[in-house]
Each structure stands twice: as structure tokens, then as C-alpha cells.
């Protein structure tokens, strides 16, 4: 694997080689047309920033970091902030270093990074610090900052460790437009009873860039893409994929559909549960429940209602309880928990349930019901 630096970073940086092709190598940083005329592009950054850059290696040695501009060099060393040993070869171990890019030493400097390990060099974009409070309060430019909430896996292709609490951040030349309402509705039936409508409505914005280089439309769309995409501080979800304009240069315009988080709503029929999984809802769904069976309610969560059903296969009604140890009964008493083979799910809300401070485990117990197998939906909403 060697030394690799992400494209999520808020800087960004190429290994220049002739295996890439010309925007990598020089990262977009000018573009000449005809003999007469040249763009070029730096890459801004609030004269206050400070800006952390993280890369992973399978070597421990940590890389070494040179900032350089005219006026003079600097030399440092990317620190190891955590490793992961995923198997017996070390091969596939992991360290993950960060070093920062202070702004304040690089006002109105054009400078780039480079940061080599074990005979491999990137070089990063051309970047300087500027006083943006202006621009920024005028619209002429976003600040768009990202990142994940995901632990590194066994999975060896993994390139940022989000456990290191790392976010990143850049300002685009660009503004905010505002869209026409933008919504859907979603006509279906529930277990061929009754058609339903799921409405959602909410009002877009438009993120519409100057022209800018290829990379950094690119960042943008990986940005858009993260949990976290925040848009001068508000946090945004983006609508689908970008469009792109003037695809025969270098340096592209983008827009891209983005509406406030905070002001998403719905409208909806009694729709049930679905099987998706978000920050504040999680539904646990069992299959084939024939005799005993149990899931995991999480810390800071309570359980919000049970959906019990049948599978097509089911032969009889069943009844069963649910409680804290197998056969308890303080969630659902065998009373309470009929569900008939005909006449389509059956919802349990819970209403009343103990608080635990640790990940705690509800067992399910059928009590009758011959040939019966269960199909149970069970809602739980954070509440911590």
C-alpha cells in the first residue's frame, strides 16, 4: 500500500508520476489557453485556519512533512495518532498520521506541502491563507466542512481513521441560490389493505460554483457524500448528483441540490417500519420466529413499538411474551401478545420500559401456536 493521503482531505494532494493524467499531476493549478492566456488557482483558506491532514501507511516510520513557499522552508514530522493490526501479516497493519497546515505563517503566500515516507512523495495543490471574513459575509465564498462517524474496519482499503475525532474543511468560490420547493410522493400498499401515501416536502438550495478546477468540483461531490456536510456552519443533505459544466477544460463550474437538514419533513399514512437504519432510529427485524429468539437494544435507546406478522409459510396464530430473561413478560404478556394468522400485522406499542445504563438484551418466548412462524419488526428510538 505504502504512504497514501485520502482525496477527502481539505487539501489535496497527487503523487506526480507519468501513470496519472495531467490534471492529477499538477492538481489543476493553471491551464493555459492559446499562447496569449493563463488561469490559474489557488486554493484560499481563512488566515486564521488551522488545518489537519491525516494519512495512512503500512510503514511505522512517520513521514516528513515540508511546507515550502519563496521566501522559505519548513520541516516536520506527521505524527502517529493510531494504528490498527488487522491479521498476523504485517503487511496489513495500518498507521494513520496527522500533521497541521497553519495559516497564519502562510498569509498571502503561495505555497504547497509535500510529504514523503519510504521513497514515496505527494505533492499537494498550491495554497495560501487570505482574510476571508469578507467574502464569506458577502456570499462570495462557502465554507464547506465534512466528515464520518465510522471506526476503520477489517477491511484493508480503509484510507481515514474518524476515531481521531478528524473533520475537514475548505472555502470554494461559490454562492447559495434559492430552489422552488422540492418534493415526492410515494403511493403503496400495506400487506393488501389499503394504498398509502408517503408525501415529503422541503425547500432546496442550489450550490453554484465559479469556474474552479476539476479536483475541486470533485471534492465537493465527496464532501456531499459524507455523514456530516456542513455549508457555512449549517448542516446540509445533498439531492442527487451534481451537474457539471465546461467538461473540455480543466476547470469546471458545479451545481448541486442541497436542502438544511434541520428543515426536512414528512408527511406520512401510517406506512409502518422500514428496515433502514439512521441516527435516531433503528429497527431490529426477526424472520422466523418458531420458538424463542432475542435482539439488543442499544445504549440510549428504548424500545417504541413491536410489528408482528406472519411469513407466507405460517400456518397457525401464535402468542408470545417478551421480558428481560427468556420466558419474562415485562415488555409483552402473553395476553397482549395475539397475533391471528389472518387480518394482516399486528402493532404492540410499549409504553412503559426500565432505563439501562449498558446495551441490555430482550428475549422473545412463544407460548402457543403450532406450525406458526413469526415475522417481527421491533422499533427502537434513541432516547438518551
Known sequence: MALVISRANSIRFAIQDSYLPNPEN??????????YATQEYIQRFDDASVVTIQCVSDTSTPPTVNY????????????????????ADPANWRYYFEFTMDFSSYINKKCYITVAQSGTTWKSEYITGEDLASDLAN???????YGNEDEPSDYINFEID???????????????KESEHIGDDTVFTNIDEKDLIEAQLFLGSVLKTARIPK????????????????????????????????????????????????ALGFNTDD?????????????????DFTTTDSFVVPIGYTIHEFVCGHKSTSAAEYTFKAG???????????????VPLTGGNVPIPVHEQKTFDTANTVYLTKLSGVGA????????????
Do not use: C
Not at 68 to 87: E, G, K, M, R, W
Not at 324 to 338: A, K, S
Not at 373 to 384: A, C, D, E, H, S
Open 139 to 145: 456570499g462570495k465564498v462557502l465554507k464547506i466542512k
Open 373 to 384: 412462524i413469526g415475522k417481527i419488526w421491533v422499533q427502537l428510538i434513541y432516547n438518551g
Open 215 to 262: 479536483y475541486m468540483t470533485e471534492l465537493i461531490w465527496i464532501a456531499s457524500k459524507h455523514y456530516i456536510f456542513k455549508i457555512n456552519d449549517l448542516e446540509y443533505v445533498a439531492d442527487g448528483s451534481p451537474e457539471l459544466e465546461n467538461l473540455n477544460t480543466n476547470f469546471q463550474q458545479l451545481s448541486l441540490k442541497v436542502t438544511q437538514k434541520n
Open 324 to 338: 428481560y430473561t427468556v420466558g419474562g413478560e415485562e415488555l409483552i404478556t402473553d395476553f397482549i401478545g395475539v
Open 271 to 287: 406506512r409502518g417500519l422500514s428496515n433502514g437504519t439512521t441516527d435516531m432510529i433503528i429497527t431490529r427485524k426477526i424472520e
Open 26 to 35: 499538477t492538481l489543476s493549478y493553471e491551464e493555459k489557453y492559446g499562447s
Open 68 to 87: 515550502y513557499n519563496p521566501q522559505f522552508a519548513a520541516t516536520t514530522s506527521a505524527s502517529l495518532v493510531s494504528s490498527y493490526v488487522t491479521d
Open 162 to 176: 474518524y476515531t481521531t475525532d478528524i473533520s475537514f474543511y475548505f472555502y470554494v468560490e461559490a454562492i447559495l
